[in-house]
């Protein structure tokens, strides 16, 4: 005992997060950093610019360290965190839209102005005093902020961007203003003047300024994948007591709690189906697009929609936790993950300022030595601080990264880490997911068979598709939009008393059916489950049709009707069988051989039977595939990919459409 509570309290606890606010670039990555590493107890430290987020690993040792120390730890260092629990909603940064577009509105007033003239070669389009009176506000108003920064970090005995602002700018407005006095001086009021630097000063701030409201902008796109799952989880929730069924909050459910889920409503938390039978929607998990079955002592995963049924879930897990708060986790630890590069950068990043500053002195002491004058020296000193103010350096890498994970999410691509773009060229083997990621993840209604029946019955494929048609009308299960999409511009059919049954399929009774009377009386569409469960017959033409279907990927569902004869005994006969399929996504087969092209080898990864799946490979080209694999299982696989057939170590990219 004394043994397993000893290896217990040595595991290393959940890493803190924390939500930092007022990081004005690369350098600050770097104060925060060493602010937090020096709180007794800290691991490590990463902070995430891009995010304005912090991550910091304790000691097993400082399991229970108090996380106020942290905070004050990060506002000793001139900024404000937010302590980020792991099942709280993110925390996103509330700046009023004047602070941050109203600044560049009111600069671009300033400082166009000060730069259109220039277009045309009027460099001495505006009296000094004017060009004064513009630059002035921005510099000393709108660039007070690079000012405090670049203060409070002179303070802590660093350096940071704000301070390649201010002094390059201020350094551009002060030699104006000196060039301007001491030409007043020396020309008496004659007409022309020299050459004045209040455009540079004004402009950059200006620049400064937009580049950081895009940079805003930005950060808000990059939790907006994690506030879309934290949605997924309902405020309330229906739990069974002992004075029945109450609402409560999701916040005060606990492991062994007895739930109850309505058609439409979400799954609140991870648990286990104790009563009742449905269909759920795990497309957000698994990228499967049709619905799974649930009944009794199937498991049931937070986020998920409950379809046509009730169900009475027994809590299995809670709050953190839970398979939604563990991908939710898995994105924000993507979000604040470097990329190697990202890492360079930040080195760099903190001794880039100081740099700066001795390059600039060196090229006005360079200049002046070599004979160039006092004025012409600190006009290449100030120049060499304007242009290194801004510092792509520290904006560069990052912007670059949330522009790239950017623009894929627009197509629909989410890539796991920073890193993942890095080794994307070394790529050797790709494997894909099915549904959804090779095909477009809605089924369709692919084809359609009778069973043959006596002359007098006037049956065709026109009216099985009618009444299977009617059965589905108001449905919104994926099967059934494919069957009412296959049947537009058909006469629809009257189908009263519909009852889902879940996991088997629909029935209902078919009371008008225009001139076909002879069709009235109930109906039903289900799976083969239901089919061998309540048929006594099927045409063996017909059954070798469907498997056949079923053999290449199809999902098979038979009509059937209840015996009409009088006198007859009880049961259903079958009267067709429909054949839903998946289409190929349109340039599927293309990425397949561009791949092909480059030598990288593809690999479909599948939960589908073998030969639905080996079907579907082989009308892509796709060189190998591994079917039956359950979605936990998947890691393992790849695994096996990146190990190689000769032992080789193998790079492997997934691709696929499910969390």
């Not at 120390?69 to 009023?96: F, K, M, R, T």
């Amino acid at each position: 005992m004394s043994s397993v509570s000893a290896s217990v309290s040595s595991s290393p606890p959940e890493p803190v997060q924390l939500a930092v606010r007022g990081m004005t670039c690369a350098a600050c990555v770097g104060r925060v950093e060493r602010a937090l590493r020096k709180v007794p107890g800290v691991l490590e430290a990463q902070v995430n610019f891009a995010t304005e987020t912090a991550s910091v690993t304790l000691a097993p040792q400082a399991a229970d360290l108090d996380p106020a120390s942290l905070v004050n730890a990060v506002e000793g260092a001139g900024y404000h965190a937010l302590i980020q629990l792991p099942d709280a909603p993110v925390v996103e940064a509330v700046v009023p839209w004047w602070d941050v577009w109203g600044a560049v509105l009111l600069g671009g007033v300033a400082s166009l102005p000060l730069v259109l003239p220039m277009l045309w070669g009027a460099h001495h389009f505006w009296p000094a005093w004017v060009q004064f009176a513009l630059a002035t506000p921005v510099q000393f108003g709108l660039g007070a902020r690079f000012y405090k920064a670049g203060w409070a970090a002179l303070k802590d005995g660093s350096g940071n961007m704000d301070q390649l602002v201010a002094l390059g700018t201020s350094a551009a407005w002060g030699l104006s203003c000196w060039l301007w006095w001491s030409h007043a001086q020396s020309a008496h009021g004659a007409h022309g003047g020299p050459d004045l630097y209040f455009e540079s000063s004004a402009v950059v701030i200006t620049l400064v300024l937009l580049g950081k409201a895009l940079e805003a902008r930005a950060k808000r796109q990059t939790t907006a994948a994690i506030r879309a799952l934290q949605a997924l989880r309902p405020d309330t929730v229906s739990r069974l007591g002992p004075q029945g069924e109450v609402t409560v909050p999701l916040s005060q459910v606990l492991v062994g709690d007895t739930l109850i889920v309505r058609p439409g409503e979400r799954i609140p938390t991870d648990g286990t189906v104790i009563e009742g039978a449905s269909h759920v929607d795990e497309a957000m998990l698994t990228g499967e697009p049709l619905p799974v079955a649930k009944s009794q002592g199937d498991r049931l995963t937070g986020g998920a929609v409950n379809g046509e049924g009730r169900l009475v879930m027994q809590v299995t897990a809670v709050g953190g936790q839970t398979m939604l708060a563990h991908i939710i986790r898995r994105v924000v630890d993507a979000q604040a993950s470097k990329a190697p590069i990202q890492r360079v950068v930040d080195r760099v990043s903190a001794v880039f300022v100081p740099t700066v500053l001795v390059v600039a002195l060196l090229t006005g002491l360079g200049w002046w030595w070599a004979g160039a004058g006092g004025e012409v020296a600190l006009i290449r000193a100030v120049a060499v601080l304007v242009i290194a103010c801004p510092c792509a350096l520290g904006l560069a890498t990052p912007a670059a990264i949330m522009a790239g994970t950017g623009a894929a999410a627009r197509q629909g691509i989410l890539i796991k880490d920073p890193q993942a773009l890095e080794t994307a060229h070394r790529v050797q083997v790709v494997a894909f997911d099915k549904t959804g990621t090779l095909t477009r993840g809605h089924p369709r209604l692919i084809d359609w068979q009778i069973a043959p029946q006596p002359t007098s019955l006037a049956w065709d494929r026109a009216r099985a598709l009618q009444v299977a048609a009617a059965l589905q009308a108001g449905s919104e299960h994926p099967l059934a939009r494919a069957v009412l999409e296959a049947a537009q511009g058909q006469a629809g059919w009257v189908v009263q008393a519909v009852q889902a049954m879940p996991g088997r399929g629909v029935v209902g009774c078919l009371s008008d059916a225009g001139e076909a009377t002879e069709l009235l009386g109930d109906w039903g569409l289900g799976s083969s489950r239901w089919v061998e469960e309540q048929a006594s017959h099927i045409d063996a033409a017909l059954k070798a049709q469907a498997d056949s279907w079923a053999a290449s990927g199809a999902t098979v569902s038979w009509l059937m009707r209840r015996n009409p004869e009088p006198g007859a005994a009880p049961g259903w006969q079958v009267m067709a069988a429909m054949a839903f399929g998946d289409e190929l996504k349109a340039g599927a087969a293309e990425a397949v051989a561009r791949l092909h092209a480059l030598q990288v080898r593809t690999v479909m990864i599948s939960g589908d039977n073998r030969g639905a799946a080996q079907a579907m490979a082989e009308r892509l080209g796709i060189q190998q595939v591994v079917a039956e694999v359950l979605p936990g299982d998947k890691a393992d696989h790849i695994q096996r990919l990146q190990r190689g057939e000769a032992g080789e170590r193998l790079t492997v990219a997934m691709v696929g459409d499910g969390l």
